[in-house]
């Protein structure tokens, strides 16, 4: 740490994550930094993990983002980039994997932690926090017990980090909501999760749940939600300000807006597949923001994706970008290790202000 100490921390702030410090005519091998220092690992409930995790929702997504099976390879070593670099926190859900790859995101998820070969601390100290679907069909508190269990198998391991309601029924089934927050109560009395969370949860209903659970002495630990300069409402603060009084870890999920935010895409210059609607409609109102991204990622020799999800960190959430390519992987974790000034960020909450567009909300968003 004495080297470390020596160095200006502007430099840290300049560098990417995959850098290497080393002494002239030094006979030792390259200093690699690290992406974070330990004193930046964020609680949620009993667990520390690293200020960002990532997200799996395309591992297995094939018509949204593409996945084929010939994918795995790379997905692994994107998992194990990360790994390395000190990222513990990886989201995921029963629901994830269209069709027949139902729970595909989940099953390579577990592989890859088994495969970490020689690294048994490493394997103990990662936090899979995996979210279970509100299906029409799961009426009772076991039901939803058996879904726990059932991703349990799918990833095999013995105890889930954070066991999440994917959303809330209040808006078309409040009569099944109960029966749900009983199953995250069964789930956590029984050991199967360290801790609960919740997902699409508007401030309301959070309230609602959080004193549930409180009077079943059952912490509630997270709450995720969409939450980006594309996802900035007065939903998305207001459930900001009610995680911290309530003393929840807010999850930021879709950091980058589907990849808006990554500077990549025009409005002739599109994604494929679905997205491609969306942006279409979306992008051509989003000139204040990406400008206002694109100064300051040069400025800081940044990207304008690492922008966007520093933004995220330094409003207090922990961002989850979802990752299928090492590419990505290297590419986010160099929003890691530096923090926007306070300047920087308004400028850029006034451009997203300023922008005409805004991103759709998930239709189980309840207020």
Known sequence: MAFFSSI???YFSSISPRNEISLPSSPFKPLKLPCYWPWEKVKIGPMSVSPMGFGTWAWGNQLLWGYQESMDTELQQTFNLAVDNGIN????????????????????????IRELQGKKRVQDDIVIATKFAAYPWRLTSQQFVNACKASLDRMQIKQI????L???????APFQELVLWDGLVAMYEKGLVQAVGVSNYGPKQLLKIHDYLKARGVPLCSAQVQFSLLSMGQDQLEIKKMCDSLGIRLIAYSPLGLGMLTGKYTPTKLPRGPRALLFRQILPGLEPLLSSLREIAQRRRKTVSQVAINWCICKGTIPIPGIKTVKQAEENLGALGW???????????NAARESPQR???NIFQTR
Do not use: C
Request: no cysteine; proline share 2%.
């Open 89 to 112: 926190l990886f989201d995921t859900a029963d629901s994830y994997g269209t069709g027949k790859l139902n729970g595909q995101s989940e099953k390579l998820l577990g592989k890859f």
């Open 359 to 361: 991103m759709i909300q």
């Open 166 to 172: 994917h959303w809330s029924t209040a808006n078309y």
């Open 8 to 10: 200006p921390t502007a």
């Open 161 to 164: 980090g954070i066991g999440q």
């Open 339 to 349: 923090r926007l000034s306070s300047g920087e960020l308004v400028r850029l909450e």
